[in-house]
């Protein structure tokens, strides 16, 4: 078996539906769906419940399970007697609580009725509900008021039996040709907006509701909000190419300018005591400050410190040489290499050139050429 876990994980699928052929039929017949309203009671609980209301050994109870909610029970029975029993018992109060029994093909939905006026009677919510199942019962909500006086709020309370088809078929608003409007909710289906008569939101969230105060009206036009998830990208112009350096003209130097500034600008500053050094770099770690110290490469490959490096050369052997210890050569009229000497101008005889030559001293080059 292999216990390895894969790399996406299923969470919901779905099926078809179950065929008939799977399905016992007796079983499905004789199971009574019991309701409990406004609370979820225990298996024990409810079996206490319906000993109290005549529960019998010879009514052939088998089975008492639960589905997802858990305010509702399903009680399976052996014979018809029991479920004929039960499921023609309807609403039922114990210990304060009230109970609702039906079939398992039916369904006990509470609807709540708005913007009836007081003055009309419960037998005329009978008569518009009973053709969607069988009403059971027809009350008005009170509430009370503080805290000793109880007044009807105008919401009826509508417990109506019938099956999934009837239950689906009940719509959101009924309007009556004298004027009479009637808003009809119930638990489990999508709310009805008032103002675009769509399902699936209220009318305080409806995007077409969206208004303006005084103030927002007579005042500026506001900046929409940022949307959540993006930002701002800036370009990056590159001053080289892009975008030519504003032409400066420069300012007439000074006095104090031309005593500092010599050949090159940096010199006045290096000459002096006082001068101010480049801070090196630091690069902080944590807690710790490091210093960073400039490093290059020399012709060897080695990564050395900038303040070791030793400018080098190449001679005419192809030797890489420190430049300090390079000696400027050229070549004679034989084509021999020999280092390059300096040379001065004899006061006496200023069309002739003393040359310092490694092969001897004074030699004089008007008399070779």
Known sequence: MDYRQPSTMTVEAEIRAVEDCYIDNDTFNNTVRITCVGFAPLRQDMFRMMCNFGLAENDGLTGLYQKQKTSEYF???????????????????????????????????????????????????????????????????????????ELYTGVRTVILECDEWAKHSIPHLIKTTDGLNMLITTAGRLPLCLKCKCLGHLRKDCNGNQRRSYAQAAGPP???????????????????TDVPAPE?????????DEEMVEDNPMKACTDTEDAVQPEPKRHKTGDEDIQVIPETQNSEGTIIPETQFTPETQNSEGTIIPETQFTPETQDSEGTIIPETPYTIDEDSPNDLVIDHPLGVGMDKSEDT
């Open 75 to 149: 009680a399976v029975f052996e014979n018809e007697d029991g479920f004929d029993k039960f499921s023609e018992m309807g609403q039922v109060a114990f210990k304060g609580r009230v109970f609702t029994f039906c079939a398992i093909s039916k369904e006990i939905v509470t609807l709540r009725i708005h913007w009836l006026p007081m003055y009309i009677k419960n037998e005329y919510l009978v008569r518009v509900f009973e053709k969607f199942g069988t009403v059971n019962a027809v009350k008005m909500e009170q509430t009370l008021v503080n805290g000793s006086v």
């Open 222 to 240: 506001t900046r929409p909000p940022p949307v959540v998830g993006t930002r701002e990208v800036t370009k990056v112009v590159n001053t080289d």
């Open 248 to 256: 400066v003209e420069d300012a007439p130097p000074s006095d104090h």
